[in-house]
C-alpha cells in the first residue's frame, strides 16, 4: 500500500467538507437549489484551469461562466423587482445560497485535488482505490462532526440498516 501524501489529505478534506457545505445548503435553501449551486464547480474547475495550467478559455467557456453567475445572483435573489438588493446573511435562504457556493468551490477543490492524486498514484492505485479511501477516510471526518454537533440520525433497527445498505448500494453500483 502506498504511503497517503498531502494530496490525499487535501482531497479528503476537499471531499468532506464539500459535503458537510451541501448538506447545509440543503437544509437551508433547498434541495434544488443546493445541488445546482454544488454544481457550479464546472465554472471554478474551468478558471482553475486557465489560471494553474494555462488553459485556453474558449468564448463558449466564459459565456457559460458568465451566464452561470448571472443565474446564481438570480438564485440568490439578488436581482428582484426592486432592481439590485442588498444580499442580507440575516435570511437563512440567503445562508444557503452562500453555503451552495461554497459548496461549488470546495467540489472542484477536490475535483482538482483528485486529478493530482491520480497522477501521483498512477502506478500504484487504481481510480477505484483512491476513491474508496478518500470516501472512506471523509465518511469518518463527517460522522465526528455529525456527533460533535449532534446531528447524526442512525437508523433505529437491523431492518432500517439493511434499506441503509441496499440504497446506497445499488446506487453507488447501478446508479
Given at each position: ?29 433547498g ?54 438588493q ?56 463527517l ?33
Amino acid at each position: 500500500m502506498p504511503r497517503l501524501s498531502s494530496t490525499t489529505f487535501g482531497c479528503v478534506s476537499f471531499f468532506a467538507l464539500d459535503i458537510l457545505s451541501w448538506h447545509r445548503a440543503v437544509k437551508l435553501a433547498g434541495a434544488g437549489v443546493g445541488t445546482i449551486l454544488a454544481n457550479t464547480q464546472v465554472f471554478y474547475l474551468g478558471l482553475l484551469g486557465a489560471a494553474l495550467y494555462k488553459e485556453r478559455l474558449s468564448l463558449r467557456l466564459v459565456l457559460g461562466i458568465l451566464l452561470g453567475f448571472i443565474g446564481i445572483a438570480f438564485i440568490a435573489n439578488i436581482y428582484g423587482q426592486e432592481g439590485w438588493q442588498e444580499l442580507s446573511l440575516d435570511d437563512s435562504f440567503n445562508k444557503g445560497v452562500l453555503w451552495g457556493i461554497v459548496a461549488g468551490v470546495l467540489y472542484a477543490g477536490y475535483i482538482f485535488c483528485i486529478r493530482l492524486a491520480r497522477k501521483e498514484f498512477e502506478e500504484d492505485l487504481s481510480a477505484i482505490e483512491l476513491l474508496s479511501i478518500v470516501s472512506l477516510f471523509s465518511g469518518v471526518i463527517l460522522l465526528a462532526v455529525g456527533f460533535a454537533e449532534g446531528s447524526v440520525a442512525l437508523p433505529p433497527s437491523l431492518k432500517n440498516w439493511i434499506y441503509v445498505f441496499l440504497l446506497g448500494g445499488l446506487a453507488q453500483v447501478f446508479g
